[in-house]
């Protein structure tokens, strides 16, 4: 584990702002025994996120015009998800993916998650997820999700947001997105994360940070009334982290990625 100094971070895209003390844990384990599916994969650098798609419903005070203040719905998913083995101190992991341990195929559930647009620079807008908006459901499987386990569930937490450019017509432009979420009590699989000795992470301050890169396809754009729809495609990182509760005026950039109402994550 590594006690984050926040401005040597900002080149992988996870900076973190903030006076709580926060750890990215290094070579931390992925244990689902508890929750009767026979896998644990351990020196986890970070999770690989790829081949992703959400949908972004904005809902535009001015038809066609996405100005501050306006709300956005998403649903959408990452459909494969593998690891890296931990090389590095902190969030900067690299080398080949891997796939988990004993097949395991991980698939992150979300619904309801919305936020409003804070600022409007030319084609690119950013935008703050809504805390406690929303849920998200990690489920995991053994067999291809003929039938899946929920393993866990996250609350969006602050901060968490991102930007996006060319959201009227866009040709493969980039974005980024990082969401901050809580791991909660309900429905949590005993010791599902564990720190690099195998001993289980305390509830309370354990957080997953999903970093992704989006782009927008071709033509992948709609405007309907009030309602501008965009179709983005995402590759990312995903992070555990502990922080004490960070305080309301801290910004931050945490690496996590695009997650949605329906969204659903593989990871394999």
Excluded at 28 to 47: D, F, K, Y
Excluded at 157 to 181: C, E, K, R, V, Y
Aim: hydrophobic letters at 40%.
């Amino acid at each position: 584990m590594k006690n984050l100094f926040y401005p040597a971070l900002l080149a992988t895209g996870l900076l973190f702002a903030t006076s709580a003390n926060s750890t990215i844990l290094d070579a931390w384990q992925l244990n689902t025994n508890g929750a009767g599916l026979a896998s644990t994969t351990t020196n986890i650098g970070h999770l690989g996120l790829q081949s992703g798609n959400a949908d972004i419903t904005i809902t535009t005070a001015t038809v066609g015009v996405v100005a501050i203040n306006d709300t956005f719905s998403e649903l959408g998913g990452v459909f494969s998800i593998n690891y890296t083995k931990e090389n590095c101190v902190g969030a900067c992991d690299s080398g080949l993916p891997i796939g988990l341990n004993n097949s395991l195929a991980l698939e992150v559930v979300y619904s309801g998650l919305g936020g409003i647009v804070t600022n409007v620079s030319g084609s690119t807008y950013t935008f703050n997820f809504t805390p406690g908006v929303g849920a998200i459901t990690l489920k995991g499987s053994l067999d291809n999700f003929a039938t899946s386990t929920t393993l866990g569930n996250f609350s969006v937490a602050f901060p968490s947001g991102g930007d996006q450019g060319a959201f009227l017509g866009g040709i493969l432009t980039n974005g980024t997105t990082d969401i901050l979420g809580l791991v909660l009590n309900s429905g949590y699989a005993l010791g599902l994360f564990r720190d690099s000795t195998g001993t289980a992470l305390p509830l309370g301050n354990l957080f997953v940070a999903v970093h992704t890169q989006n782009t927008i396809p071709p033509g992948a754009f709609t405007v309907n009334g009030n309602q501008i729809k965009t179709t983005v495609n995402m590759d990312g990182s995903a992070n555990i982290l502990t922080q004490n509760v960070p305080e309301p005026n801290i910004v931050a950039l945490l690496g996590i990625g695009l997650l949605a109402s329906g969204f659903r994550k593989k990871f394999s």
